[in-house]
DNA sequence: CGCGATTTGTGCACGTCTTCACAAGCGCCT
DNA sequence: AGGCGCTTGTGAAGACGTGCACAAATCGCG
């Protein structure tokens, strides 16, 4: 087929390669893919199938080959891929070639867990920077890292140069930081805070929210109660009425 | 148009009233509806626009709209949302009107942050169990709850009826731990361990997991990085960004 | 060297999600 | 009563994501 020109990691320095514009699905997989080619590589596997990968990765095959498509074509038919080359594939589209650098605002009881977390390193992570604005925690040592005062921020984005920050504070204070860390210079935000964060043009959001992972799953447990304690009917089984109303309408296709 | 009779959560109990099937997409976001609504309320108002209300949970307002309309016509025109209402009709949606129980397994550095997280209480869950399989951490008390140990699941199980289980153990234990969470009749957990979970059909598995939104992050520092380090190829200069994004947030720009 | 077994890469069809745009409905004011 | 401005609810269109199914490519072996 049309050759790929996918420029690709390769040691070649220099000029800046273009990136493949990737789906956003397909970019929120690849983490997931490189995770289990580690998993591979460490257990010894030198290739692996996008069956065998996909597996490991606990998706589904065929989307697999589509998102390294968007790589590029690094498999080989009848062979299938070099786990230490998609790799190295991967993490450099991801951009982790380089150790990112990240900024933790908010070392209270997550912050600390977060702190203490050996999962950034391993990952391409390197935490830089632990803030508070508490005057009792600055100065306090975690992990080879002593906490200094959110308002040192400007110091440290001049000692090094952040990439990630992330927001542990509660959410009345996440706002005002996620201003803090734009001013800075900051693009890209991991925020835990329970709250929207308005940012401008160019910066990158992601929250993680227990309590709406939470608020999904009791979703589910209340269909799957609701569905079980309907005597089996037929096929349709949702036609039990509420209180007194017309069962009337609503286009969706209920039952099979 | 044609009237909707969606049961809704009146007062009225009894019968197992139908769940309209939402899109899952729709169920991500209703937990973000239902903060702002808490929030609106908490501030006063009685009444919110879809407009209003949309700007408060940082989505677009058709959206917002179109979801709601899932669970039924709740709004007035020309008027705008019941927010006591609709908080009623989002909770009982999302089966937060009985508290659900959740056991929490490893109570370690983030699991201790989690046992210590007053979010779980203000957002319709409570902790019920908190285990661990280190001897030396059974029996310790955090927050009035004391850690017992994880093969005591089975007796808690049969004290508590459990709607979810946390995963909080190394990503070599949590297999294991979903197993035994499995056994005694979870049917949702969250796992935070780094690892792809097998469980039988049925039970939901959501995860998080704090490298994968960093790298998710680096990706697009990455991009935006290898595009501003190109000459300005045509006028658009910030156009790059599609529209929508996948279930999993991202949250790109709000506010001005 | 040719053949069959294997596995990738992808065209295509289908389902889901998003967004626009607007008619229908509601309250209020005159 | 009637009209006006505001807001909801939704049809339709398009963007996006998924998964099947298969041709093309590669390897190993006889
Ligand atoms: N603890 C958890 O398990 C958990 C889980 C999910 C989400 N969260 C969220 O994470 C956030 C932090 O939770 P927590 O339990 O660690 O709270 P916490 O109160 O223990 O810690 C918050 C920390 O932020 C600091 N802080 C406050 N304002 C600040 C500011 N303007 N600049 C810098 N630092 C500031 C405080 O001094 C404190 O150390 C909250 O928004 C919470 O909702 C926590
Ligand atoms: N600490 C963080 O900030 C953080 C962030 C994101 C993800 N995670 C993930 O969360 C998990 C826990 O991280 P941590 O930092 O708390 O680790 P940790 O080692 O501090 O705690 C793990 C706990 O699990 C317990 N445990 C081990 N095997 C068990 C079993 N079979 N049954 C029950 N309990 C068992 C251990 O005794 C320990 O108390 C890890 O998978 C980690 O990758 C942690």
Not at 120 to 137: K, V, Y
Request: glycine residues 10%; negative net charge.
């Amino acid at each position: 087929m049309s050759q790929h020109r996918h420029p690709g990691a390769p040691g070649r320095a220099g000029a800046v390669p273009t990136l493949p514009d990737l789906p956003e699905a397909t970019v929120a997989r690849l983490p997931e893919y490189l995770r289990a080619l580690h998993n591979l590589a460490d257990a010894g596997h030198e290739t692996v199938s996008s069956e065998g990968l996909s597996a490991a990765a606990g998706v589904n095959s065929a989307k697999l080959r589509k998102d390294l498509s968007h790589l590029g074509s690094y498999g080989t038919r009848g062979v299938g891929y070099d786990v230490a080359l998609l790799i190295e594939q991967i993490e450099y589209v991801l951009g982790l070639t380089q150790r990112r650098a990240v900024a933790l605002v908010g070392v209270g009881n997550l912050g600390h867990a977060l702190a203490g977390y050996d999962g950034f390193a391993s990952r391409g992570f390197r935490i830089a920077a632990l803030l508070d604005a508490d005057p009792s925690r600055v100065g306090e040592e975690i992990n080879g890292l002593v906490v200094r005062h959110v308002d040192d921020l400007p110091t440290v984005a001049a000692e090094e140069s952040l990439a990630i920050g992330v927001i542990a504070t509660p959410a009345a204070a996440a706002q005002q930081v996620a201003d803090q860390l734009v001013a800075v210079g900051v693009t890209s935000i991991l925020n835990f805070a329970p709250c929207v964060l308005s940012v401008p043009e160019g910066v990158d959001v992601r929250k993680v929210d227990l309590a709406i992972e939470l608020q999904i799953l009791s979703f589910h447990e209340h269909r799957k109660a609701s569905l079980t304690a309907l005597p089996a009917t037929g096929g349709t089984a949702l036609t039990a009425l509420p209180g007194g109303f017309a069962a009337t309408d609503t286009q969706e296709a209920i039952g099979t």
